[in-house]
């Protein structure tokens, strides 16, 4: 049968001290250890390149556009790139993004996604924005994402490549049920996504006290639901304070945890993905031509 062994590199917290050349080193050291596995395909966290800037309300320009790409690859992750040729093997990599796009300046929560010849065949930028675009007095811990980034503008794609059919997402897209279904729809069987997940990202405890429940919830459903492989990698551990989940894994059409990361430092998890079992569940219960009642669907699409 077909299959691609998958590996998700978690990576520990990068304080903002952290330059860009000890975090490339890091991500370096993962591709290692996932191509020594056997590993085809790697996925690290989103805005693998930084720490979670935006917990801060930063308002000095030059300042903000530092935790941003201008150019991908660049000077300084091209060795990246050049260790993933060398080593053959693909890899989806999170980033903050800065376009001109018609004139225009945008910033972006972007992932690319590289194939084993070192070619870069899709990018993809964050839909689901979560927080705020302002701080916000009540709250303890900010997450201004709406602050910092324009909502994607690509929508959800699914490239054919590596031998399957791959579609990205980034973190918050996880607990959407419409990420999956789309990209399924449009034949994902595999479905790539980095997180940065604060513990305490609601600030109402009782929603924060099931942090890791919810993110094995949305992932396990997302992947069953959708007959679909998901490989989630997170940026974990104690970041300038800010405690974010592990719990990186790699799950299987049928809901299942195929492999998930012990701890919240540098790590990397490995499986065997069989990709024919996205089309053995879709042949039955996920039948979507047989099974599927659009005319009830509309009102997801109205606003
Ligand atoms: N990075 C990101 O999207 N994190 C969110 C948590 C913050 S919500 C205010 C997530 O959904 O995991």
Redesign the pocket.
């Known amino acids: 049968s077909r299959s691609i062994v998958a590996a998700a590199a978690q990576l520990g917290p990068i304080q903002r001290s952290d330059d860009r050349k000890s975090v490339v080193k890091r991500l370096i050291a993962l591709l290692e250890e996932a191509a020594s596995r056997g590993a085809e395909l790697v996925v690290f966290p989103?805005?693998a390149l930084t720490t979670?800037f935006?917990r801060w309300h930063l308002t000095d320009r030059e300042e903000i556009d530092a935790f941003y790409e201008k150019q991908m690859p660049g000077p300084e992750t091209q060795p990246l790139f050049d260790a993933a040729k060398r080593l053959g093997i693909g890899f989806y990599l999170g980033y903050a993004e800065i376009a001109v796009e018609d004139g225009e300046t945008n910033h972006y929560?972007t992932a690319i996604l590289v194939d084993r010849a070192g070619t870069l065949v899709g990018k993809y930028r964050?839909v689901?924005?979560?927080?705020?675009d302002e701080p916000q007095a009540d709250l303890e811990?900010q997450?201004l994402?709406k602050y910092f980034f324009k909502p994607g503008n690509y929508g959800f794609k699914v490239w054919k490549t590596m031998g399957t059919r791959i579609g990205m997402c980034?973190?918050?897209?996880?607990?959407w049920a419409e990420t999956y279904r789309v990209m399924a729809l449009k034949g994902a069987e595999m479905i790539l996504v980095g997180?940065?997940?604060?513990i305490d990202?609601?600030g109402v405890y009782d929603f924060d006290s099931l942090?890791e429940f919810h993110?094995q919830l949305?992932i396990q459903a997302g992947a069953y639901q959708n007959s679909t492989w998901v490989v989630a990698t997170a940026k974990a551990g104690l970041e300038e304070g800010s405690n974010m989940?592990g719990q990186s894994m790699i799950v299987a059409p049928s809901g299942q945890i195929a492999a998930m990361a012990l701890g919240t430092g540098d790590e990397v998890i490995t499986a065997r993905c069989d990709l024919d079992m996205a089309a053995l569940y879709r042949r039955t219960i996920f039948d979507f031509a047989r099974h599927r009642e659009p005319k009830h669907y509309g009102i997801i699409t109205q606003t």
Do not use: Q
């Open positions: 989103e805005l979670f935006p929560n964050k689901h924005l979560p927080g705020w811990a997450h994402e980034i973190c918050n897209d996880r607990r997180y940065n997940t604060p990202h609601t942090t993110n949305s989940i």
